[in-house]
RNA sequence: GGCAACGUACCCAAGCGGUAAGGGAGAGCUCUGCAAAAGCUUCAUGCAUCAGUUCGAAUCUGAUCGUUGCCUCCA
């Protein structure tokens, strides 16, 4: 039984689905002006992560994600760069589905884009007004929330204790929180016709009709940071429950941040790093570890030290991973094991996804495997076993995404190796300390990694 | 000002009323020519502080201190 952390109860719940078998889940994805920061990919990890559990406990996933296409600060950089915002957006988009590969993101089922859906955007706009809850002002339209009693529910926040915004949206509006639903087109800026006038879509509409388009009108899962939950996602609820009279999302779940120096990371505060970047340093896997290994519900410090920590843990049960798969050959049986750990594996995930305790139990498996690893003999008993963790840890990694891939170096390489290596066992065999000691130490600087064991020389990538 | 979240060892971090998971660092040991890797042992009578509820509290209640977020574009 899953439970999950629900933003509009605040509290936990078992996870039951509208449709058995099946779920339905919607997050906030990019607004493709520039590059991604890791802030940014802790939110996308985290729902992958869901996706993936969810999927791995039986369910079936429809995941949707969109790509906001149309907005101030894609208009911003179009300008600056003097192209197009078309142009602006497929660029950046091309670049976000790069970084989400690279980061081991399993593709969403659906990805609609914004400008893709202005029709039924204008529909869902033009039933807000038919019902007297939006408001024309000026080829503005406002969605008026004093029609919503229930405006501010996902929040928490009650009406007479908002403080007015100081960069409050510009036009005639009837209540100062009142949001656009559609905005009438500036000079130079990209527009489509509508009932008011030239204009484009206010920046909470496309949430709502493509979640509805792709998922129903109600569905499962709404996730996103947790920053959006207001004023994006109460407006989401606002628009859609107005206009259908139904409940717009079951479970609401939102990742909490990566800080810098405790502060949030934001491309306002101009204390980012891009995930781009990031990658560039530190494998994707460690990345995963280091976002994993808290709850998403806790912020996340970034620094150095904690990422170069989370990329020894990776190494580390990655280390015993390989070579309990060389000693084990073909995986089979090991039932026993298996199932024990999964077994502790779920207890935790299954409480609103917590991932350090998945974690905890993938270290505790990782120990196990290089304690059999210990004995020259290993009996029926010791390779079942062995079996049994190996498969759990490929399990854990088909969740999680930390286990390291397997450096392709290629057969002659490969053989090039094992000529360098005989040499230096002559060397070591007449006590050659000193080449031996050398030889090492240069491979080590161009990143292949020397260990004698008992079961002779190995090498490795670094 | 309103509304939230959080404060657990040297560091990171689980824990959600039954007596402190896991990782890193440190120390000692085993293996080893050395190094690395790995293993073993060790490392919080205490969970911001102070009261209270309870047979029993890191966990519940109240107060205090501290940190952060949202209320405005934001993951």
Redesign the pocket.
């Known amino acids: 039984m899953i439970k999950i952390s629900n933003t509009l109860t ?1 509290k936990k719940e078992t996870f039951v689905p509208l449709i058995n078998g099946h779920v339905s889940m919607y997050v ?1 994805g ?2 493709v002006y520039d590059f991604f ?1 890791i ?2 990919a ?2 996308f990890i985290t729902f992958d992560m869901v996706r993936k559990y969810l999927e791995f406990s039986g369910y079936k996933v429809t995941y949707v994600m969109n790509i906001t296409d149309v907005d ?2 894609i208009i911003e950089r179009a300008n600056k760069e003097g192209i197009s915002t078309k142009e602006v957006a497929e660029k950046y988009t091309e670049e976000f589905f790069r970084d989400v590969e690279a980061l081991k993101i399993k593709k969403a089922t659906f990805y609609p884009k914004a400008t893709e859906h202005i029709e039924e955007m204008l529909e869902l706009v033009q039933a807000l007004e038919q019902k007297g809850i939006a408001y024309n002002s000026d080829g503005d339209v406002f969605f008026d929330i004093s029609k919503d009693k229930n405006y501010g529910k996902l ?4 009406l007479e ?5 100081e ?2 949206e510009q036009g005639d509006k009837k209540n100062n ?1 009142d949001f656009a639903l559609w905005k009438s087109a500036k000079e130079g800026e990209p527009f489509w016709e509508s009932p008011w006038g030239n204009g484009r879509p206010g ?1 909470h509409l496309e949430c709502s009709v493509m979640s509805s388009k792709y998922l129903g009108e109600t569905f499962d899962i709404h996730g ?9 996602h109460e407006n989401e609820i606002a628009q859609s429950e107005c206009s259908t009279g139904k409940p717009f999302v079951k479970y609401w779940m939102h ?1 909490e ?3 810098i120096n ?7 505060l101009g204390n980012f790093f891009t995930a781009r970047e990031v990658l560039k340093k530190y494998p994707a896997e460690a990345i995963r570890m280091l976002f994993l ?3 998403y519900k ?4 970034y620094e150095v030290v ?1 990422i170069e ?1 989370a990329k ?2 990776v190494e ?1 049960i990655t ?1 015993a991973y390989r070579r309990g798969l060389e000693r084990a050959g073909v995986l089979k049986g090991g039932e026993f094991a298996y199932r024990n750990r999964i077994e502790d594996f779920k207890i935790g995930m299954d ?1 609103d996804f ?1 991932t ?2 998945g ?2 139990i993938v ?2 498996s990782a ?1 196990e495997i ?2 059999l ?2 004995k020259d003999f290993l009996s029926e008993e010791d390779l079942d076993e062995l079996n049994g963790e190996l498969r759990f840890l490929e399990a854990a990694d088909s969740i999680l995404g930390i286990l390291l891939p397997k450096s392709e170096t290629g057969d002659k390489f490969n053989a090039l190796m094992s000529v360098v290596l005989k040499l230096r066992s002559s060397l ?1 065999d007449k006590k050659d ?1 000193e080449s ?2 050398l030889l ?1 130490k240069e491979l080590e600087n161009i990143g292949i ?6 079961q002779g020389t190995k090498w490795d990538l670094k």
């Open positions: 605040r906030c990019p607004t920061h802030g940014n802790r939110t101030d600060k929040s928490g926040k009650k204790n908002l403080q007015a915004s960069r409050s929180f920046w996103g940071g947790i920053d959006l939950t207001f004023p994006h990742a941040f990566l800080n405790d502060e949030k990371m934001s491309k306002s290994q808290k709850h806790s912020p996340i410090n904690f920590e020894n843990s580390k280390n409480d917590n350090a305790i974690i905890s270290f505790n120990k290089n304690l690893l210990e070591r300390w031996s000691d090492r990694r020397i260990n004698d064991t008992s």
